[in-house]
């Protein structure tokens, strides 16, 4: 890595690490499985180098190691690595940036999951991320991600949406600016102390932008990717509402 935890901005997801992984970051997986076996899985092999780009606490890295590739995760969030590094010792986490991963080689793919490049919100930095990922691969590596798509972001209302259970309650909102296609989600939780009646709290304000397909193909292609495949989530296969506006993108490096 170029850039080292400490040098590293702390990461909006630092304060709700914890209730992140615990709370949110779980239903992605079983609703992206379907895209993700066909468009990932059926063309990494069992065993491969595989680098998963902004890991968070490692919901899918764990399933990648579950299906026997040998992984590296990195994030920006050193509290989401620290949860993953806790949960799961034996894999090589590292706390780094997807703009400047500072790695040359040595992997045979590489995953980013759950709209995680959409926290880029300048279209630049969409550029240096697949440079970078680029840089990371070795001569025909795939990459596969998914991105959200303006439509994605149309259902945020700037309304509250509040779940409210005995032991905890979780608001969380979004504004979309169509505009300047910025995104900001509002999180909020607040979790009951077992035993007593302390409630415990962590929130925190999210950044994201939309970029349209045009987008990012034309990023992938600056940053030298070829072969460039993209299909929208539901007919990847994506369930449960989460393949709305949601772009599943496969690239390789060249041979
Ligand atoms: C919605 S979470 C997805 C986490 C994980 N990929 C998953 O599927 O569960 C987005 C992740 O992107 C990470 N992230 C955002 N900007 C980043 C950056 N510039 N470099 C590395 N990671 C970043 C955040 O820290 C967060 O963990």
Redesign the pocket.
């Known amino acids: 890595m170029s850039t080292t935890s400490s040098q590293l901005s702390p990461?909006t997801?630092d304060p709700i690490a914890e209730m992140?992984h615990a709370l949110w970051?779980d239903w992605?997986?079983s609703s992206a499985v379907p895209a993700l076996e066909g468009l990932f899985f059926s063309h990494v092999s069992t065993g491969q180098r595989v680098l998963?780009?902004?890991?968070?606490?490692?919901?899918?890295t764990k399933e990648l190691v579950r299906r026997g590739y040998n992984v590296t995760g990195?994030?920006?969030?050193a509290g989401?690595i620290a949860i993953a590094r806790r949960e799961m010792p034996e894999v090589d986490w590292r706390v780094?940036?997807?703009?400047q991963l500072g790695i040359h080689g040595g992997y045979d793919a590489a995953l980013?999951?759950?709209?995680?490049l959409n926290?880029?919100t300048d279209p630049s930095?969409l550029v240096l991320?697949f440079r970078s990922v680029y840089a990371a691969l070795d001569p025909g590596g795939w990459f596969c991600f998914d991105m959200n798509l303006d439509e994605a972001y149309q259902v945020d209302k700037q309304q509250w949406v509040v779940e409210v259970h005995d032991t905890r309650v979780s608001m969380i909102r979004g504004t979309y600016d169509a505009e300047t296609r910025e995104v900001e989600t509002e999180l909020m939780w607040f979790i009951r102390e077992p035993d007593c009646d302390l409630w415990k709290q962590q929130s925190s304000r999210i950044q994201q932008r939309s970029y349209s397909q045009e987008e990012i193909l034309r990023a992938l292609s600056e940053a030298g990717f070829q072969k460039l495949e993209a299909v929208p989530g539901e007919e990847a296969g994506v369930t449960q509402g989460m393949g709305i506006g949601r772009l599943f993108v496969t690239a390789q490096r060249e041979k």
């Open positions: 990461s997801y992140y970051a992605y997986f998963d780009v902004c890991c968070g606490s490692g919901h899918v990195v994030d920006a969030s989401l780094g940036d997807v703009r980013c999951t759950f709209d995680s926290h880029l930095d991320a």
